[in-house]
């Protein structure tokens, strides 16, 4: 079937005493809610923003084992405002024991410099977080102040040290010069913890550079 992956983004919120949460699917999905924490039990409660707008609520609970590496839980959906829930999932999710190397690609980076024909581009109101995972990459741009994100895209990708080919299969918000379908190749260079990516984005040299954010 197909596989569907996403960047969450979790804070604290110590004023309402809960945690928040942002969810960044590769299908162009949002997921926002809040989460609280009892001993191992999770539970949650969020609102699923569909490609196409359409927006469903959603009632999670998970329950972690002593060394948080295992969690089972089950989802309920509700589809008239919350007036009624039903069964949506039940789920196991349990932590992998691969780690990634420090020249893979693979895990959360940070966009530091963008530059379009040497031309820095101006970052003070936006950052770009991006995510790589067995051949399916995310990039969401985001509202420095206000968190909110306004432009996301992401597709398939292929990598073998030296060349990247990201290939496009989903774009939303504010896309000007992405489209579905295109494929994109960059050369890379991985070195302290950063990616340099060099290539073209249509008639422009594009040069990136990414942090690390996880591994």
Known sequence: GNVLRGINLIGYDAKKQCYVRQSFMSDGSTDTGTFTLEGRIARSQSTITTATGKKLLVKTERKYSRNWRRQEGRQQISTDDGKTWKLWAEFVIEKSNETCCSASIEGMWDLEDIRFDNSPVDMA???????????????????????????????????????LLETITFVGGEIMQIKIGQSFTYAIEIKDGKIH???????????????????
């Open 125 to 163: 109101e936006w950052r770009s977080l991006k995510t790589f995972q067995s051949g399916t990459f995310l990039c969401v741009g985001l509202d420095r102040e206000s968190g909110e994100v306004f432009r996301t895209h992401g597709g398939t990708y292929s990598y073998d040290g030296k060349t």
């Open 197 to 215: 990516q060099s290539g073209h984005l249509n008639d422009q040299q594009l040069d990136e550079a990414w942090s690390r954010m996880s591994k």
